[in-house]
């Protein structure tokens, strides 16, 4: 396992990156309610997302080149310097080259602030659209969404919503993450691993709006599935992770030496969750599994046999999905409200197959791309 002091520039880096991506909680050890859990639709959800996802047309197909041309689409990200929101950018740029329109990122460090004068300045360069980039809410920027609106200009959100949850209004389209669906398959492998006898310790940030979605999935799931399991609850918000994680986390499993697994919400939060289970000597009876598949996360994951399960995404599938629904804005096409990308179970049985070192996308398959490519009619 690597040395703490290795990941602080990870960690400093990774805090906003997540916004990839659960609510306040607060429960201490309480159990789900009463009643024989259904292991076998847990199993069902497990065998399901290990499978290698299939690309699904989020729309009907269009001339994307000819709807583009000589369009702009203007990227405000929470924080241009994260490895998440670079990734994407990648991503975003790849496809703005192969359909032929021009695509722009507003460096920033992560301040509303910034973000509002990001807004601003696509609003002056005469964007076509504008998207608002892992987890930016509207309201912090009201006055730049009227300007927008006032200009015409439609506004995008990517991965500021939960699939479950209703976008802010003022947004013209919105493409939302599955972190709901994600804490149910960690819900579903706890019950699953513990034969529906667990004790978790769920860790949630209430400042991520997905985070809401994400712990009520967590509620459902444990009491259909293992209401024979025990579910504590601890919000802490994205910029305390790096002080708050590691006590209340060692301090949990000191204090109640039933928990079987940690549950992070974001992954990037197991960078502090692996301390604080060696620093409580629990590390032969305590596993992780999270959410995000964030490439130094897998690194971590292979190092060390403390993260069990990671469920990941394709920031470059889900460029392709918001791009998509980008495109199709600025045509005044029909935009999908459920369009979102999949999710896919890493272990390290088969955590060879994201690339040594893990890259961001690989290992989720090249299918979408080929069919994004049809859909668009570039191929």
């Avoid at 729309?59 to 994307?64: K, L, R, V």
């Avoid at 009520?216 to 209401?227: G, I, K, L, R, Y």
């Avoid at 995404?313 to 998509?324: G, R």
Wanted: hydrophobic fraction near 40%.
């Amino acid at each position: 396992m690597r040395k703490p002091r290795r990941y602080q520039s990870i960690a400093a880096l990774a805090l906003l990156a997540v916004v990839s991506a659960c609510s306040s909680g607060g429960g201490d050890g309480t159990s789900a309610a009463a009643g024989e859990g259904d292991l076998d639709a847990a199993q069902a959800r497990i065998d399901e997302f290990s499978q290698p996802p299939t690309f699904e047309p989020p729309g009907e197909p269009f001339d994307a080149a000819a709807a583009l041309e000589g369009r702009t689409i203007a990227s405000v990200p929470v924080n241009s310097a994260i490895d998440f929101t670079q990734f994407y950018r990648e991503a975003a740029e790849r496809i703005a080259d192969e359909v032929g329109f021009e695509f722009t990122t507003w460096q920033n460090q992560g301040r509303p602030s910034e973000w509002g004068q990001g807004i601003q300045a696509a609003i002056s360069d005469d964007a076509d659209a504008i998207e608002l980039f892992a987890g930016i809410d509207p309201t912090q920027v009201s006055p730049q969404m009227v300007a927008a609106e006032d200009a015409g200009i439609p506004v995008i959100s990517t991965d500021g919503y939960d699939i479950e949850q209703e976008p802010d209004e003022s947004l013209d389209a919105a493409v939302n993450c599955p972190c709901s669906e994600a804490a149910r398959i960690m819900a579903d492998w706890v019950a699953v691993q513990t034969e529906g006898s667990g004790r978790a310790l769920v860790l949630t940030s209430s400042d991520i709006k997905p985070s809401a979605a994400a712990e009520e999935a967590f509620q459902d799931e444990f009491s259909t599935v293992c209401p024979g399991c025990e579910v504590d609850y601890i919000d802490v918000p994205s910029a305390d992770w790096a002080t708050r994680i590691l006590p209340q986390v060692q301090s949990e499993l000191v204090a109640n030496p039933d928990i079987d697994y940690v549950l992070p919400v974001y992954d990037t939060m197991s960078i502090w969750v692996t301390q604080a289970i060696v620093q409580a000597g629990r590390q032969d009876s305590v596993r992780i599994a999270t959410y995000n598949g964030t490439p130094s996360i897998l690194e971590l994951m292979g190092e060390s046999d403390l993260i069990e399960m990671n469920v990941g995404q394709s920031n470059d599938w889900m460029a392709h999905v918001t791009m998509d629904q980008v495109m199709r804005t600025v045509a005044g096409l029909e935009t999908n409200p459920d369009a979102t990308w999949p999710l896919y179970i890493w272990t390290r049985d088969n955590l060879e197959e994201a690339g040594s070192p893990p890259s961001d996308s690989q290992g989720y398959g090249e299918e979408y791309q080929d069919g994004f490519r049809t859909l668009w009619g570039l191929s």
